[in-house]
């Protein structure tokens, strides 16, 4: 899976706030201190609004 970059997710100075896993099927692994590990859409409007960039590690 690549790995998926995000922007304010929370408020601070720095540029990347969240990562996730592409997993496929337009959806995404990551976690949340309050839900635990889920998989959500890349097209929910929460995330999409946020998304930055995905880079793949290994070919």
Same mark, same amino acid.
């Given at each position: *899976? ?21 997993? *496929?099927? *337009?959806?995404?692994?990551?976690? #949340? #201190? #309050?839900? *635990? ?23």
């Amino acid at each position: *899976g690549d790995l998926l970059f995000f922007i304010r997710t929370y408020n601070t100075s720095r540029l990347i706030t969240h990562t996730g896993i592409y997993a *496929g099927d *337009g959806k995404f692994i990551h976690t #949340s #201190s #309050s839900r *635990g590990v889920i998989i959500t859409a890349l097209d929910d409007p929460y995330w999409s609004e946020r998304y930055l960039f995905a880079t793949r590690i290994f070919e």
